[in-house]
């Protein structure tokens, strides 16, 4: 991706009240300064939505137009993203409706991170509409979700392309010892 125009990042957050707690504030935190510390900062618009419920992922991308799509949160062994429902708790999104929603902004959005466990099953199905999508092949812990994200936005800061941010996310994973740098798989569309 060469970075000419302004690019939106838009960082999705579902942290339902009835599943695992997750430190995803702290990715955000650590996503926007790696942003602010790069060579093209202003190359970038970071938008957030927090707590989101089917709607509002959807009205964030009427909202924002991104070109990156972040969703961060957890995932079922099924292939489900789990977002929140009006109560804040556990609303499971099947692959088929996400890949219906994708198939509507596959003008606009260039790369989708998946940050959620067992995410490669929505991100295979995405892949049919976005180039670049990046998943979780099995659970991933806190720690290394965050790390992962960091090395990707460090990266792409930089000016890098999706492929070697998301190689850098990975060398991130190993240079800190963290077993799970085979967890992130990128999928690439080829037509």
């Given amino acids: 991706m060469a970075i000419t125009d302004i690019t939106t990042v838009l960082f999705l957050t579902a ?3 009835d599943a695992a707690r997750l430190r995803l504030s ?17 190359s970038f618009l970071f938008e957030v939505r927090n707590s989101v419920r089917s709607g509002d992922f959807i009205q964030a991308l009427h909202d924002t137009h ?9 995932g079922t062994p099924a292939g489900e993203l789990c977002l929140e429902n009006d109560s804040g708790k556990v609303h499971s999104v ?4 996400l890949t219906d929603l994708f198939k509507l902004v596959a003008d606009q959005v260039q790369c989708v991170i998946l940050n959620a466990c067992y995410s490669e099953i929505q991100a295979t199905a995405i892949a049919k509409h976005v180039k670049y999508v990046i998943g979780m092949n099995k659970e991933i812990g806190d720690r290394a979700a965050i790390v992962f994200s960091v090395g990707f936005y460090r990266a ?4 890098n392309s999706f492929t070697k941010a998301y190689q850098y996310g990975l060398v991130e ?4 010892k963290i077993e799970e740098h085979n967890t992130p798989i990128l999928l690439i569309q080829t037509r």
């Fill in 15 to 17: 942290d339902p009240s």
């Fill in 26 to 42: 702290e990715e955000q935190r650590e996503i926007q300064e790696k942003i602010r510390l790069g060579n093209n900062r202003d």
């Fill in 66 to 74: 991104p070109q990156i799509l972040h969703f961060s949160g957890h």
């Fill in 94 to 97: 099947t692959p088929n409706a």
């Fill in 156 to 159: 792409l800061a930089a000016g």
């Fill in 173 to 176: 994973l190993k240079m800190l």
